[in-house]
């Protein structure tokens, strides 16, 4: 086990890692809509990454209905694995909506041998998220 300073030093080098592996600018939060962002996420079960809607439930709704209508081509063209949860719930009871892709390993951020494996998830993934998100923007917004 580690202590909470130590796994979160571990975090921190991970995502250092995967900067200087990855070098470039992601959109995540700076997408220009409110409540829109994509996001990485690694712990130590699960990894995946996500487009996620946190506005208010009326927002929500608007953008979820826009991308709905968008699903079959985010499946077809570029995110075949791509999971839809209009509600979603946070860990802090927070409902949101989300799509996400998930890495069907199992993977542990405290395991640097599955560092690797998750960079390039990340960086194959998201990049076609955000193919998807550069194509359809006007669309979606």
Known sequence: ??????SKQI???????LGKSFPRKWILYNTKIK??????HFDNKTAHVSLDLEDNLENRINYW???????????N????????E???????GKEISRIYVPLEQKVNI??????????????EKMNLFELFFEEYKDVIK
Not at 65 to 75: A, C, D, T, V, Y
């Open 86 to 92: 209009e509600e979603f719930y946070l860990d802090n």
């Open 110 to 123: 405290h395991n640097k041998n599955h560092w690797r494996e998750v960079m390039e998830f990340f960086n």
């Open 77 to 84: 063209e570029y995110l075949p694995e791509a999971i839809f």
């Open 35 to 40: 409540g829109f962002s994509f996001k990485f």
């Open 11 to 17: 975090k921190q080098l991970f995502w250092t890692s």
């Open 1 to 6: 086990m580690f202590s909470k300073e130590e």
């Open 65 to 75: 209905e826009k991308l709905q209508s968008l699903k079959s081509i985010l499946r």
